[in-house]
T-cell receptor, first 112, second 114 residues
Framework: DVKVTQSSRYLVKRTGEKVFLECVQD?????MFWYRQDPGLGLRLIYF???????EKGDIPEGYSVSREKKERFSLILESASTNQTSMYLC???????????FGPGTRLTVL | GENVEQHPSTLSVQEGDSAVIKCTYS??????FPWYKQELGKRPQLIID?????GEKKDQRIAVTLNKTAKHFSLHITETQPEDSAVYFC?????????????FGTGTQLKVEL
């Protein structure tokens, strides 16, 4: 079974803090994605990565950055957290030649 | 870029009835249309998908239909059961074999009542 894990299920941070969300997959998938999920807005793509060292902006990249130094790990960084970044963050991965995305359990981030 | 609209946002049905969720997409180049199910507190999981070279696909009680001309696709669940209660997301992408990104709809909260 594909396993996608995220570093925290719940996280509480203060405005202005730098926040790191980590995602790890164990199936040697080339592609990895970060989404945020908000009620009524569905899943919105923040950033994605086709392979190691590669990154592409998604639909809502403002206020976020990413890092993919190793194939199995994709990190989402909030340089200076703001209250409007309070959300559920979901990581996903997929094999390049296959369309199915596999999601992690999510991190519910609250910024106070 | 691609835009996917999904309706309804909430759907309540009696156990045993059918449920239909509809999505429209904007990019005529899109050729891959998956549906994900997210149970409460859990991660989204793929339940069925369809590619643009077919018009319908079935898997037991669920089916997906695609109308490329009208640029819409639908999820049909027959003989609904309480365990079908979840949020369902449609999505669309242009799959090139080299990896691509999905654009998701806003989700439908399905509630199956006893």
């Amino acid at each position: 079974d594909v396993k996608v894990t995220q570093s925290s299920r719940y996280l509480v941070k203060r405005t202005g803090e730098k926040v790191f969300l980590e995602c790890v997959q164990d199936m040697d998938h080339e592609n990895m994605f970060w989404y945020r999920q908000d009620p009524g807005l569905g899943l919105r793509l923040i950033y994605f990565s086709y392979d190691v060292k590669m990154k592409e902006k998604g639909d809502i990249p403002e206020g976020y950055s990413v890092s993919r130094e190793k194939k199995e790990r994709f990190s989402l960084i909030l340089e200076s957290a703001s209250t409007n970044q309070t959300s559920m963050y979901l990581c996903a991965s997929r094999r390049r030649q296959q369309a199915t995305q596999y999601f992690g359990p999510g991190t519910r981030l609250t910024v106070l | 870029g691609e835009n996917v609209e999904q309706h309804p946002s909430t759907l309540s049905v009696q156990e045993g009835d059918s449920a239909v969720i509809k999505c429209t997409y904007s990019d005529s180049a899109s050729n891959y249309f998956p549906w994900y199910k997210q149970e409460l507190g859990k991660r989204p999981q793929l339940i069925i998908d369809i590619r643009s070279n077919v018009g319908e696909k079935k898997d037991q009680r669920i089916a997906v239909t695609l109308n490329k001309t009208a640029k819409h696709f639908s999820l049909h669940i027959t003989e609904t059961q309480p365990e079908d209660s979840a949020v369902y997301f449609c999505a669309a992408s242009w799959e090139t074999g080299g990896g691509n990104k999905l654009t998701f709809g806003t989700g439908t909260q399905l509630k199956v009542e006893l």
